[in-house]
């Protein structure tokens, strides 16, 4: 599974777009840090493995409206909704009370056809939104091209091989890749209709293990969502990402 989290050996250039100012890119070893009133429709999915255990993050999500996050279905699988939660309106992590929203979780829905890896996040109650660090995202209504600009935010790792996690939000540019590319790259497996590939052939850019459900943004709207990969960032191995374009009454349907 590959899920995000920000491992850039390149130098992105910052444009002009909400999500794309004030956003640097991230090496390794270095503290590039995003905040959330970039992505504030990002949240953090959370579990806790016993009762007495702590909340840990998971994944991520995406606000659709006061109620309603959407993610992967790999992320929420199995998952029990008594020891599940949505922490809305931070940057961080590892998150107190005070800082951001908490919200327990009614339901989860997975997509009945598992060729689309998504599932939405049902809460026990509404999500207060300020307009600028908690806000509904706008889903894309035409799918994007190739070469198109992407931004993805998270918290996973900070590298492929090591267990490593910043406290802070972190964020990168990817381009959309064309499909036919990317079957070419994974030739040893499938990618799918369903699917949407982003990333470099030479690597250096991608998610990781820890930001599954971060939502792919283009022109401020979402494309996708974060889904797998081989690796973290591996030359030849772009990010493979739910496309949300084609799901969009699945969504509303179920909203």
């Known amino acids: 599974m590959r899920i995000l989290s920000l491992i850039v050996i390149v130098v992105l250039t910052i444009v002009t777009s909400r999500t794309e100012a004030g956003i640097t890119s991230r090496a390794v070893g270095t503290n590039s840090n995003s905040h959330i009133s970039l992505f ?3 949240v953090s999915i959370r579990r806790r493995f016993c009762d007495a255990c702590a909340y840990e993050h998971i994944c991520s999500g995406t606000v659709y409206h006061s109620k309603l996050v959407i993610t992967s279905a790999s992320c929420v699988k199995g998952a029990d ?3 599940t939660n949505v922490v809305a309106g931070t940057s961080k992590r ?3 009370a005070h800082d951001g929203q908490v919200f327990l979780v009614e339901k989860i829905l997975e997509h009945e056809n598992a060729d689309h890896d998504i599932a939405l996040v049902y809460l ?3 999500l ?3 307009d600028v660090t908690i806000e509904p995202v706008v889903l894309a209504t035409q799918l994007p091209n190739a070469g198109d600009k992407a931004w993805v935010a998270g918290w996973g790792q900070l590298s492929e091989f090591e267990a490593n996690f910043d406290d802070n939000l972190k964020a990168i540019q990817v381009p959309i890749m064309d499909l036919s590319v990317c079957r070419e790259a994974y030739f040893w497996t499938e990618v ?3 699917e949407i590939c982003a990333g470099f052939l030479k690597g250096g850019a ?3 293990q820890g930001d ?3 939502p792919l943004m283009v022109n401020d709207k979402m494309v996708g969502i974060v889904s797998w990969g081989y690796g973290c960032a591996r030359a030849g191995n772009p990010g493979v990402y739910t496309n949300v374009v084609i799901l969009r009454d699945w969504i509303a349907e179920h909203a």
Request: aromatic letters at 8%.
């Open 40 to 42: 504030p429709y990002e």
């Open 81 to 83: 909704v008594k020891r």
């Open 94 to 96: 590892l998150t107190s």
């Open 124 to 126: 026990t109650s509404d």
């Open 128 to 130: 207060k939104f300020n």
């Open 192 to 194: 799918k209709d369903t």
């Open 206 to 208: 991608d998610a990781c």
């Open 212 to 214: 599954a459900g971060s």
